[in-house]
């Protein structure tokens, strides 16, 4: 027995030391390339066969990328929308995901040699005539990836549009007729929207853009090796074979390669690059927009959870045994799972059953739903701080149980509840937060996007905070007076009977 | 006139009460009296239909509680009753909510629907009578216990119940206002009231009550006119019970 601690002992050294010994080594021979996996096919995303490995065709251009440079090439799983500040905090050494050189990207990175050609896709309903190209959707709204080529095309054109953080809600909720249209680069196009029997393209694909790596400023050696990188996988066809592979090899990549098999540059100027105008006068403006969402978002769920937390805390607390169940069985469920997975819930699996509501009422029903839970156990501990003394005397005066809760019972619980009920509301407001995850502006997704867009994430961070507080003081503020009229009716009472009497 | 026949009251298998059996006449004050636990707040609040009856019956001008009724029928039953039996409890249990008025017009304006000018008048006029006149518009947060029972009092009264039920009255009060409490309380034997009252005070009791009541265990051991129950009482146990009470 006592041998057996100095074995551990060993043991964990031997694997201190190798792990040592690798990580030196690592960084001798690594890529390590950022890109988000999720709903990232064709470029990168996770194999459905094999969920803890990641395909994609940009994943196998990587690796030839890498092998050609002498290194393996090691994939960091990321978000979309911060995969430029991730790349600067140093999470990874190169951008590989469909990333579009622009003139605002490049005031915070460097851009490699373009390796692919993209462009961008319409795709509507089937069953819908009304639109066949982007000039029909002035007054209709596009689905769309946030930040991305297609989302600043839109903007640039006026379009109206509502971001997704992935192509699969994009396209499900052109089915679903929450958008009319979704516009996405061709590659997601062709791999989420190209087979499904429910839509169509609408016009020819349009806007040639380029994909390039993106590195950090300064990363000159890297940026050297990645550019004769991606000239050997085209000269010796390696990408071609892997585009191939994915059906994305068209008459603009061929051209594309031709020129640079040739020993040419490729004409970047022959090539659209869409551009985010960013000002802080509509950013504002979008900021004010998002406010009003959120405000409206907060009442509506804050009605919602006050009027059924009622009947919620009475039938927990005083209804027959079937109804206790149910109701208990009610606020555990809200309470108990998060209220992000029920808004994933029932924006994307209550369509399936035939119950289809837009983005901005999901979120209200769903965080009226899970705030109803948390506000029927505050009455009912409210409740249940009354006195039964309280429900008797009313009876002895024969009063109905009705009469006695509505008139006695009610109004002195109401007072206990207030004060956490206000905290639940200032909670509540924050929680509209949530709702981004199914591309409802609101103020937390505008300050991702506008703050992603133009990297001002400090100052619009200092925006929207004197946004909430500026709605959140207020609602504290009457809350406090309400608080205070309450608790001092009966001084002011017994003021008034001096006055009259003096 | 309430008469009480061979009621039994049991929690579970628990027997709180054994056969008790008496009467009040109209216009009458009974006092109830007895050691703690002795079952004299379980046979109140029988009266008033907090607790069903197990077994006998308890008759109420013309409504009758009985064990064998259905549970919708009792409760309709006691809904009546109580239309006719006032509380004063021996916490009060005012309305926090409400002012001194406000608890008094509650259930007139409520459940007898009248009209809240003319209850509220009728409010001052039973303040005044309790000598409250001046704190109508108090909450009952800043009343004393004693300005408390007279409110109680009140509230009960503007139902204008034929009988009052008392669980304790004296427990808060000094000597001088329970001899203040007595007097009024005798007023309201000459307004027509038949009151049940539970005490530990004998004293009180003596110049207030027609009959007592003595109970011990859950069994009625004595039962009679003030006088006899006082000073020559038949069972050994009264004796006893009154001679430590005094």
Partial sequence: MKRFPCLVRQLVAAILLSLLLSNNANSQSVLRWGADPSGGAPYVFTDPANPDQYIGYEKEMVDALAQAMGRKAEFVPSDWETLMSAL????????????????????????????????????????????????????????TLGNTAASRYLQQEGIPFRTYADPIGAYQDVELKRVDAALMDVPAEAFYARNNPKL?????????????????????????????????????GTLERILKKWNLWNNAQVEFQNTIRSGNKPEIAGYVMTNST???????????????????????AMIIAVVLGMP????????????????TIYVEFFRGTPVLVQLL????????????????????????????????QVYRAALEAIPRGQWEAAYSLSMSPVLSF??????????????????????????????????VWELATAYRELANASGQFLLLGVAVSLFYLAMSLPMAHVARLLERRLRERSTRQEEAVEVLAA | MISVNGLRKRFGTTEILHNITFAVPDQTVLGIIGGSGSGKTTLLRCLN????????????????????????????????????????????????????????VEAPVHVLRAAKAIAEKEALELLESVGLKEAALRYPESLSGGEQQRVAIARALAMRPAVLLFD???????????????????????????????????????????????MEQGDLVEFGPTDQVLNSPIDPRTKDFVAQAE
């Fill in chain 2, 168 to 214: 304790e009255p004296t427990s808060a009060l000094d000597p001088r206002r329970m001899a203040s409490l007595r007097t009024m309380l005798r007023g309201f034997v000459g307004k027509g009231h038949t009151m049940v009252i539970i005490s530990h005070s004998l004293g009180f009791l003596e110049g207030l009550a027609d009959n007592l009541l003595y």
């Fill in chain 1, 312 to 327: 919620l805390a009475v039938g927990q607390s005083m209804g027959p045994s079937w109804l206790r169940s149910v109701c």
């Fill in chain 1, 406 to 439: 509505r008139r006695i019972i009610l109004p002195q619980a109401f007072r206990i509840a207030l004060p956490p009920m206000t905290n639940d509301f200032v909670s509540l407001f924050k929680d509209t937060s949530v709702a981004f995850a199914i591309s």
């Fill in chain 1, 200 to 236: 169509r393209p609408a016009g020819e694909p349009f806007l040639n853009g380029l994909y390039v790596v993106g590195l950090r400023k300064g990363d000159d050696t890297l940026k050297a090796q990645v550019d004769a990188a991606i000239d050997h996988i085209i000269v010796d």
């Fill in chain 1, 88 to 143: 600067q905090r140093g999470s990874f050494d190169v951008i590989v995901n469909g990333f579009e050189p622009t003139t605002d990207r490049a005031q915070q990175v460097s851009f490699s040699k373009p390796y692919y050609i993209f462009q961008l896709q319409l795709t509507v309903r089937r069953d819908d005539t009304r639109i066949n190209s982007l000039a029909d959707c002035k007054n209709r709204v596009v689905g």
């Fill in chain 1, 278 to 300: 960013f000002n802080w006068r509509e950013a504002l403006w979008r900021l004010t927009r998002a406010a009003l969402v959120t405000v409206l978002l907060a009442f509506g």
């Fill in chain 2, 49 to 104: 239909g907090f607790e069903r009856v197990s077994g006998g019956s308890i008759e109420c001008g013309n409504i009758k509680l009985e064990a064998n009724l259905s549970p919708k029928e009792y409760r309709h039953r006691v809904k009546k009753l109580r239309l006719q039996v006032g509380t004063v409890f021996q916490h009060f249990f005012l309305f926090p909510h409400l002012s001194v008025v406000g608890n008094i």
């Fill in chain 1, 345 to 376: 819930f029932l924006y994307f699996g209550l369509p399936a059953i035939g119950l289809t509501m837009p983005g901005w009422l999901t979120a209200l029903v769903g965080l009226g739903l899970n705030y109803a839970a948390y506000e029927s």
